[in-house]
């Protein structure tokens, strides 16, 4: 007895999301009780120790060194939000130009009313994670400014605040964006392929996300200097591409 595509849909989706969202639950209890093991455990440590290495600069290169790390991690979460407004525009627009007045899956004419919840959903994932780009930048904005009156007495730990909540907001970005390229498989290629799809991509993940490198306990000399902006400030925006890309 064959499953219509209808009983798929209702098997085969669910466990998609459970796959994707179950991986996430884990991996959010591993940031909180094992950090060490993750790669954004990994990346926060490193994070507070800049922002600390950061409020002990005294040269003017320096402070614009960090001004123009967050610049970078500012220009990466306005380039992604604006992807993502502008994907929904174009699926929407799609849409409602009235051509694809039904879906074709799996060889079979689905109905409209599933398919405009499909593309319901699809259009929820690039939403939120709009929503997520435009907050991380938002919280990079911040930093900058904080980081800029670090000579008062302002406590390091605002910076630092402002620093996690960005890189935070823009992981939870990219996992909306994973989760909406399964949704938009599932609207193209039908349940099997969001649920293979969605297999992959917590396999992916998973190799993505842990870490193995202890974290180093940094400590800062008197003399220590940083890079000068001539050499810096190609390192940081090659290191922001490539991150922006992962």
């Given amino acids: 007895m064959t499953l219509g595509k209808s009983s798929m849909d209702l098997v085969l989706v669910p466990c998609a999301l459970v796959i994707m969202l179950g991986y996430h639950l884990h991996l959010l209890y591993r940031i909180l009780r094992r950090t060490h093991t993750t790669v954004i455990g990994y990346e926060n440590h490193n994070k507070l120790t800049w922002v600390q290495r950061m409020a ?3 040269a003017p290169e320096e402070a614009a060194l960090a001004l123009s790390v967050i610049s970078d991690g500012m220009s990466a979460s306005t380039t992604l939000a604006s992807l993502c407004i502008a994907l929904p525009s174009l699926i929407g627009a799609w849409v409602l130009s009235g051509t694809p007045t039904t879906v074709v899956t799996g ?3 689905g109905d409209m009313g599933q398919a405009t919840a499909k593309y319901a959903s699809l259009l929820a994932c690039f ?3 709009f929503i997520c780009f435009v907050q991380s930048a938002g ?3 911040n930093a900058s400014f904080l980081i800029s009156a670090l000579g008062s007495n302002l406590p390091v730990s605002h910076v630092q ?3 996690l909540r960005g890189g935070g907001f823009w992981s939870a970005g990219l996992r909306a964006l994973y989760l909406a390229t399964a949704l938009l498989v599932w609207v193209v290629f039908g349940p099997a392929a969001m649920l293979t799809c969605s297999v992959l991509t917590v396999a992916v993940l998973h ?11 940094h400590q800062f000399t008197p003399g220590s200097m940083m890079l000068s902006m001539t050499t810096a400030r190609p390192v940081v925006a090659r290191a922001a591409a490539s991150y922006c890309l992962s």
Avoid: E, F, K, M
């Fill in 107 to 109: 060889g079979s004419v």
């Fill in 127 to 129: 939403l939120v994670s």
């Fill in 56 to 58: 002990r600069a005294t």
């Fill in 139 to 141: 919280c990079y904005v």
């Fill in 161 to 163: 605040r402002a620093v």
């Fill in 207 to 217: 190799l993505l996300d842990s870490n193995s490198v202890p974290l180093h306990q």
